[in-house]
């Protein structure tokens, strides 16, 4: 298995809008079912544990009209839920028999709303993250309503949640996480070698795939970039932030690098690594991934920061991390969350003498030039006048 191969594998489910492989997976397995999952963050082995395959659902990006997705938000509503919507409309979810809305936000929990009105037979659930992390508050809230997650859903799949399956869902994540954590780490260290491009579109179909075929195309992908031949050019190493929800288009990543930026941390497709470290394997399942989430979790907005300094000195931290020059913000048109934070994150990155830009995208949109030339810019001051 090549490495371009990987990539066209990866490419071609993330343009599949339709989800065609999804039911291709499921004809595989017959008997299997499907759930699908809004960003930010559903805890895939409870999906997983009880019979079903997780599919998040990201919207059709720059590759989906939207026609009737727009009678049902407003213009000062962020793009995801309407390319979402136009989907459902154009019937490209028929192989989910279940929709998940975490609580990311206002628009994806009222989403989980429209999604009961407009299909009344489907399983919905608004699936609510604690905010409150301590295990007597957070944890035993987290706990249950994982627990009553796993029984809902084994009653649309026939396979009960036991132990066994739950500590063997477990495993295949905690592998798939450090595999990512490990070609994340290969990008920090030799950026020129992993494109963030070929990186993104591999995450994006790991959110769709049965985890057992992503942690092979992983394997072979890791094996590929450490032995590569290519060389480093003279670019800005840089984290992108902001984008945790609403993807920016394809083009758009690649604009950044084109435009001579290394990208060395960013927080795309959060889902699959949103936690940090290995879930335990003893004792209670759903014990061990609740206090996972409560002391191992990714920080970014959709987690509550009981540090009044936490927002301000995390960007400082990441940029250390992967020692990176410069940060820019990219954050979604109307993104509460993101837009929120960003002015107590760039104010941290100031006060550290962090250079940044920011600007912000939607989803569909096709236009890079102006990103194109002001990540240039960016780049250009980074390298001429960075140590100044």
Same mark, same amino acid.
């Given at each position: 298995?090549?490495?371009?191969?990987?990539?066209?594998?990866?490419?071609?489910?993330?343009?599949?809008?339709? *989800?065609?492989?999804?039911? %291709?997976?499921?004809?595989?397995?017959?008997?299997?079912?499907?759930?699908?999952? *809004?960003? +930010?963050?559903?805890?895939?082995?409870? +999906?997983?544990?009880?019979?079903?395959?997780? +599919?998040?659902?990201?919207?059709?990006?720059?590759?989906?009209? #939207?026609?009737?997705?727009?009678?049902?938000?407003?213009?000062?509503?962020?793009? *995801?839920?309407?390319?979402? #919507?136009?989907?459902?409309?154009?019937? @490209?979810?028929?192989? $989910?028999?279940?929709?998940?809305?975490?609580?990311?936000?206002?628009?994806?929990?009222?989403?989980?709303? #429209? &999604?009961?009105?407009?299909?009344?037979?489907?399983?919905?659930?608004? /699936?609510?993250?604690?905010?409150?992390?301590? %295990?007597a508050t957070g944890g035993v809230f987290w706990q249950s309503e994982m627990r009553e997650l796993a029984r809902d859903?084994?009653? *649309?799949?026939?396979?009960?949640?036991?132990? !066994?399956?739950?500590?063997?869902? #477990?495993?295949?994540?905690?592998?798939?996480?450090? $595999?990512?954590?490990?070609?994340?780490?290969?990008?920090?260290?030799?950026? &020129?070698?992993?494109?963030?491009? !070929?990186?993104?579109?591999?995450?994006?179909?790991?959110?769709?795939?049965?985890?057992?075929?992503?942690?092979? @195309?992983?394997?072979?992908?890791?094996?590929?970039?450490?032995?590569?031949?290519?060389?480093?050019?003279?670019?800005?190493?840089?984290?992108?932030?902001?984008?945790?929800?609403?993807?920016?288009? /394809?083009?758009?990543?690649?604009?950044?690098?084109?435009?001579?930026?290394?990208?060395?941390?960013?927080?795309?497709?959060?889902?699959?690594?949103?936690?940090?470290?290995?879930?335990?394997?003893?004792?209670?399942?759903?014990?061990?991934?609740?206090?996972?989430?409560?002391?191992?979790?990714?920080?970014?907005?959709?987690?509550?920061?009981?540090?009044?300094?936490?927002?301000?000195?995390?960007?400082?931290?990441?940029? =250390?991390?992967?020692?990176? !020059?410069?940060?820019?913000? =990219?954050?979604?048109?109307?993104?509460?969350? =993101?837009?929120?934070?960003?002015?107590? $994150?760039?104010?941290?990155?100031?006060?550290?003498?962090?250079?940044?830009?920011?600007?912000?995208?939607?989803?569909?949109?096709?236009?890079?030039?102006?990103?194109?030339?002001?990540?240039?810019?960016?780049?250009?001051?980074?390298?001429? &006048?960075?140590? =100044?």
């Amino acid at each position: 298995m090549n490495r371009s191969d990987i990539i066209d594998w990866a490419t071609e489910i993330y343009e599949d809008v339709g *989800l065609s492989c999804v039911r %291709q997976f499921l004809d595989d397995t017959p008997g299997r079912k499907a759930a699908g999952m *809004l960003p +930010v963050y559903v805890p895939r082995e409870v +999906v997983h544990g009880a019979g079903m395959l997780p +599919v998040a659902i990201w919207g059709g990006g720059d590759r989906l009209e #939207i026609i009737k997705g727009d009678a049902f938000y407003q213009s000062y509503i962020c793009h *995801l839920p309407r390319s979402v #919507i136009e989907l459902a409309q154009g019937g @490209k979810f028929q192989a $989910l028999s279940a929709m998940l809305f975490p609580s990311t936000c206002d628009v994806i929990r009222n989403l989980s709303g #429209i &999604w009961t009105m407009l299909y009344p037979g489907m399983y919905v659930r608004y /699936l609510d993250v604690p905010q409150v992390l301590d %295990q007597a508050t957070g944890g035993v809230f987290w706990q249950s309503e994982m627990r009553e997650l796993a029984r809902d859903l084994a009653g *649309l799949s026939g396979i009960a949640p036991t132990p !066994e399956r739950m500590k063997a869902a #477990i495993s295949l994540y905690n592998e798939a996480r450090r $595999l990512i954590r490990a070609l994340y780490d290969q990008r920090r260290s030799t950026p &020129w070698a992993v494109p963030t491009a !070929e990186l993104y579109v591999l995450m994006r179909a790991g959110e769709v795939a049965p985890v057992e075929l992503f942690i092979d @195309k992983m394997k072979a992908y890791l094996a590929a970039v450490t032995e590569t031949s290519m060389r480093p050019k003279d670019r800005a190493r840089v984290v992108v932030t902001g984008s945790f929800c609403e993807q920016p288009p /394809l083009g758009l990543i690649k604009t950044l690098e084109r435009a001579g930026c290394y990208i060395v941390d960013d927080d795309f497709l959060l889902g699959n690594r949103f936690l940090t470290q290995d879930v335990s394997l003893d004792g209670d399942p759903f014990e061990a991934l609740s206090s996972a989430f409560l002391h191992h979790v990714v920080p970014c907005s959709l987690v509550f920061e009981a540090d009044p300094n936490g927002k301000r000195t995390l960007m400082q931290k990441r940029v =250390a991390a992967a020692k990176a !020059e410069g940060i820019i913000f =990219a954050a979604p048109s109307f993104c509460d969350p =993101a837009l929120l934070d960003q002015p107590m $994150l760039r104010a941290g990155a100031d006060a550290a003498n962090i250079p940044s830009i920011s600007f912000r995208y939607a989803e569909n949109s096709g236009q890079f030039q102006q990103f194109r030339e002001q990540a240039g810019t960016f780049a250009d001051s980074i390298k001429l &006048w960075g140590d =100044a």
